[in-house]
């Protein structure tokens, strides 16, 4: 039994993992994501809307439209604090794209 057979992924899997790669497919989303991976990391304020925009230099505009893409592809959470939202990169999301990609990249797997 070959690698991807033994670990086949549901329907939904498959899904999710769509709605992924095209919410990631934008580019004008990357710096959006690298704030939120460093406020993650440096555990920063600039988590709303106006302070991912102010450090992306994108519009609010913009920056809601395409963090609401990110949320919907399950990439982003959204978490209210009082009447801001405040917005966090979804790391379990992140982990079953790593482990969905694994086989592409181990050296050792019978696709390489």
Excluded: C
Excluded at 41 to 47: K, N
């Amino acid at each position: 039994m070959s690698a991807i057979e033994e670990e086949p992924h549901a329907a939904s899997d498959a899904v999710d993992l769509t709605r992924t790669f095209q919410a990631l497919a934008n580019g004008d989303r990357l710096p959006l994501l690298r704030a939120l991976l460093l406020q993650d990391v440096e555990d920063g304020p600039a988590r709303s809307i106006a302070g991912l925009a102010a450090q992306t230099e994108l519009s609010r505009f913009s920056a809601s439209r395409h963090l609401s893409i990110l949320h919907d592809a399950g990439v982003v959470v959204v978490r209210r604090s009082g009447h801001r939202k405040l917005h966090y990169l979804n790391l379990r999301h992140f982990t079953h794209l790593e482990d969905w990609l694994y086989p592409f990249v181990d050296a050792e797997s019978p696709l390489r």
